[in-house]
């Protein structure tokens, strides 16, 4: 080993998305020396992400799993990355429930909209919105607001992040291949890194899908998704807030809105699963849940799409996440499978492994051993 091994940190993050960077923020504040290293794919899942928050999803209206535990860690640490980085990605505003169908009507006015859900200790809301609040929206089945809700700006927080640790010397742009780069000492109690200069006690994997590519985690049971978004250019329409109907639409500034998203595993294992025929299918699929949510019937000219931004997301088979030990090294941990979720539950996630790294038990239905690879 060469005696030029001069770095030492209390933890190494592999991957500087979501889930890296909440776990560089989370043992910074603990205290911890850490040293980021990534790739800086502009491609990755984290970077193409919309970053919304919304406490009530899916078909059945449920609430967002495990809110009241994910949504008050996020809260505070979004508001604490930007006291500590001195710049704004994260805004907390109720969304909008565009209702499809008298039946989804009818859904959220039984489980929400007749009485304040008082089961939920965060008082999930929604509300109803009135008729002269609905202008530039089809609304023929009425709305609602949803809260409390939430944006991030994923693109600004990741870029503050960087800046953030490069300022204190703990940013890598590295494309580190695991299988060779990354040695252990004699007695395996640090993780060295040559290349780098680079010794840590401990070492996060938070490489979402690219972690089939080493052998450290790629028994990890993941089920990844390809999602798609579109940003359009839409004069006519004047959203203010986010809108969620068939698609959701997230007002960026001059006219533009950023629509979607897809979410397709078939063909999506490794970051690369973007085909140029999937790629036109999923723009016309959102141009057309884009026309159904805007007011009226657009022709070409009212609406251009600006951009198709495409990513795997790496969801795991029960899209729930995956965080835990490796099977062999004690001081070599991930955090993985965040899928659509992961500016939700990146913060609190980044806290229980911190936890684990301290010999805090991991919760089952977190674990990244629930269920092994076949």
Known sequence: MRKSLIKKVDLIVLGAGLAGAAMAWQSHWQGWTVAMIDRLDARSSSRVAAGLVTPITGARAAASWKWDEFYPVADAFYRRCEQETGETFWRVEPALRVFGSQTERELYESKWLSARNDRNPLSIHADWVSAEENSGLKAPFGM??????????????????QRYFQAHDAFNQFDL???????????????????LELIGKRIAFCQGIAARENQFFNDLPLHPARGDILLVESPRVQL?????????????????????????????????????????????????????????????????????????????YDRHPLLGRHDVHDNVFCLNGLGSKGTLMAPRLAELAIG??????????????RRKVV
């Open 144 to 161: 609602c607001q949803i809260g409390p809700a939430a944006r991030l700006d994923t693109k600004a927080y990741l870029g503050a992040t």
């Open 177 to 195: 291949n695991c299988d060779v780069d990354l040695v252990f000492d004699a007695l395996g109690q640090a993780v060295c890194i040559p290349a």
């Open 356 to 369: 684990a790294m301290n010999g805090t038990t991991i919760d089952r239905v977190f674990s990244r051993s």
């Open 240 to 316: 203010q807030r986010v809108v969620h109907h068939d698609a959701w639409a997230v007002p960026v500034g001059q006219h533009r809105y950023l629509v979607g998203a897809t979410y397709d595993r078939a063909g999506a294992g490794s970051e690369n699963s973007v085909s140029e025929e999937k790629t036109m299918q999923f723009r016309a699929e959102l141009i057309q849940r884009w026309e159904s949510l805007a007011h009226g019937t657009f022709q070409a000219s009212h609406h251009v799409v600006l951009e198709q931004r495409s990513a795997v997301r790496p969801a795991s």
